[in-house]
């Protein structure tokens, strides 16, 4: 088991944002975390990616407890997470950028942009390396909150929405590049509300809902389980229970 | 390897301002010349936190201060040469550091300044209400010297030498640290904390490491400068225009860049000394109010200071070839 969670429970105030919700991953594998807006899924994101602490449950990561550990140290065992809106180093070019993701394995200079070379090429920003961070459009800052979590050469990578706001034809490029980095046997846990994209890419899919796993199996399973349509669509017909 | 052209004009600068004061012969430019190195280097090392990492201190004063005490404590209680407090100096901005750092780094933005503010103010109303350390009136160095150590030169060139040097070896060390692992570090985790964090910085690690060189060097320029002066009191210690000072001087030249925070103090020191010399005593802090003038046209005009500028002027160049 590379990650397991167990019983997470995050409260804010009153609100349980996330109740008792448990994931368990094998190495290698593709995994969709879906749910509408509001669902906890990212507060359950930020409770794996060490951004917020569980007020119960716990966390394992290869053989390792972790619930308390923060990022920092996450990442040093293999854990790389990207934000839903990406964050730009101001001032830095693109391959600065990387190279702050690379420093973590490599401590010389020329070693950490050699690593950093090597993951721009792998997504595509090459041509744009000497540019200023901030001049990257939202597809760019998007594949560079990538490219900068796998110079980090993690074994887990956790995304939060990185196809959100892009075009269809984005997508597609993005698709592919997520795909070419499971290639690389790096494991994936893919946060999206769009059903489409989870379709295309995943074999598992966890579905939450109001801070709960609510069903978990194969894209087409989740998608003709009834309570994952309530979920997404809201109650049909079955008032006996309201 | 590639050079910048900046860093070559800089290195230009630099040669100047070593050669410059010498060839002038002229006491009065020579005076001001060990000031501005002197700012320079106060203004260098404020930037190591404060541009580099981002973390905007208004309260620098309170190592200014701790090191120029340091100084003429040890002449004052001790008898020794004001120069052999500076290591007592800076082993109390690590201290200090330590103290300071711990519980502020966890505020972020203004709350992080405003914290600076607070604890420097402190520091000033403590020296001031401080007996043993001379309370409001000060310290004094040795009237005159009893020997080389004393470092009591009727000449500012002296002082001027060892001001450079000590600047050269800061300029050296932030060069150093801007190239590795640390200036990535500082600089990444200046913009943006969780997204560095989640890259593997251990963000508040590199802020105190950021602190302990910025403090050390802060402190050593406070002991020169009472070497320099020969005396110190609460408001030229601990004041919060020393503080001012580094903030604007780095902010003018460029902060977070190697030469910002010199380029910076060969502008406003010498504009600071010209005015006071031409409105004389009723004129002090006249300055200051070219001061304001010139953070309100950096905030609207160059938020990146000169070094910005700079870089825009070389990149339409290069776009122009």
């Known amino acids: 088991m590379l990650l397991e969670a167990q019983g997470i429970v995050k409260t804010f105030g009153q609100l349980r944002a996330v109740d008792q919700a448990r994931l368990a991953l094998e190495q290698y594998e593709l995994i969709g975390l879906i749910g509408p807006n509001g669902a906890g899924k990212s507060t359950f994101f930020n409770c794996l990616a060490g951004n917020a602490t569980p007020d119960e449950g716990r966390i394992r990561f290869r053989d390792t407890d972790i619930t308390g550990l923060p990022p920092h140290d996450r990442a040093r065992?293999?854990?790389?997470?990207?934000?839903?809106?990406?964050?730009?180093?101001?001032?830095?070019?693109?391959?600065?950028?990387?190279?702050?993701?690379?420093?973590?394995?490599h401590s010389h200079r020329a070693a950490a942009a050699a690593k950093a070379d090597e993951m721009l090429e792998f997504t595509g920003l090459t041509a744009q390396a000497n540019v200023k961070a901030a001049s990257l459009g939202t597809p760019g800052r998007k594949r560079l909150e990538i490219a900068r979590a796998l110079a980090t050469e993690p074994t887990l990578l956790l995304l939060d929405e990185a196809l959100a706001g892009l075009t269809s034809a984005?997508?597609?490029?993005?698709?592919?590049?997520?795909?070419?980095?499971?290639?690389?046997?790096?494991?994936?846990?893919?946060?999206?509300?769009?059903?489409?994209?989870?379709?295309?890419?995943?074999?598992?899919?966890?579905?939450?809902?109001?801070?709960?796993v609510i069903a978990e199996g194969t894209p087409a399973e989740v998608t003709a389980d009834p309570d994952v349509i309530e979920a997404y669509l809201g109650r049909r017909g079955h008032r006996r229970h309201g | 390897m590639r050079?910048?052209?900046?860093?070559?004009?800089?290195?230009?600068?630099?040669?100047?301002?070593?050669?410059?004061?010498?060839?002038?012969?002229?006491?009065?430019?020579?005076?001001?010349?060990a000031l501005v190195v002197l700012a320079a280097i106060s203004a260098s090392a404020w930037n190591v936190i404060g541009g580099y990492a981002g973390q905007v201190s208004f309260g620098h004063a309170v190592y200014f201060g701790t090191g120029a005490y340091a100084s003429l404590l040890t002449f004052d209680k001790l008898g020794l040469p004001p120069i052999a407090g500076a290591p007592l100096g800076v082993l109390a901005s690590f201290v200090l550091s330590v103290v300071i750092g711990l519980p502020s780094f966890r505020l972020r933005g203004h709350y992080f300044s405003m914290a600076t503010i607070a604890v420097a103010a402190l520091a000033q109303v403590l020296v001031t209400n401080w007996g043993f350390v001379g309370g409001a009136i000060g310290l004094m160095g040795p009237a005159s010297p009893r020997s080389i150590a004393d470092l009591l030169f009727r000449s500012a060139l002296p002082y001027y030498a060892i001001f450079l040097g000590v600047l050269a070896v800061l300029l050296a060390c932030t060069w150093l640290m801007q190239r590795g692992r640390t200036g990535f570090y500082l600089r990444a985790l200046g913009s943006g904390e969780q997204a560095a964090a989640s890259l593997g910085v251990p963000v508040r690690r590199y802020k105190l490491y950021a602190l302990l060189l910025s403090g050390a060097f802060t402190s050593l320029a406070g002991s020169l400068y009472a070497v320099f002066?020969?005396?110190?009191?609460?408001?030229?210690?601990?004041?919060?225009?020393?503080?001012?000072?580094?903030?604007?001087?780095?902010?003018?030249?460029?902060?977070?860049?190697?030469?910002?925070?010199?380029?910076?103090?060969?502008?406003?020191v010498p504009l600071e000394e010209i005015t006071n010399a031409w409105f004389g005593g009723s004129g002090t802090g006249t300055a200051y109010v070219a001061y304001g003038i010139v953070i309100m046209i950096i905030a609207r005009f160059a938020p990146g200071g000169l070094a910005q500028l700079w870089q825009l002027f070389a990149w339409r160049r290069r776009r122009a070839a």
């Open chain 1, 170 to 212: 984005e997508v597609e490029v993005a698709i592919d590049l997520l795909r070419r980095i499971h290639q690389r046997g790096i494991t994936l846990i893919v946060v999206e509300h769009i059903m489409e994209v989870i379709h295309r890419l995943t074999q598992r899919v966890i579905v939450f809902h109001q801070g709960r």
């Open chain 1, 77 to 105: 065992l293999g854990l790389a997470r990207t934000f839903q809106v990406p964050i730009v180093f101001e001032g830095m070019t693109v391959r600065e950028t990387v190279m702050v993701g690379a420093f973590l394995r």
């Open chain 2, 3 to 33: 050079i910048a052209p900046g860093s070559l004009a800089a290195a230009a600068i630099l040669l100047l301002l070593a050669v410059a004061p010498v060839a002038t012969g002229n006491p009065f430019y020579q005076h001001i010349a």
């Open chain 2, 229 to 268: 002066v020969g005396f110190i009191d609460p408001d030229s210690g601990f004041g919060i225009l020393i503080s001012v000072n580094m903030v604007v001087m780095s902010a003018l030249g460029g902060a977070g860049t190697l030469f910002g925070p010199l380029v910076g103090a060969i502008i406003l």
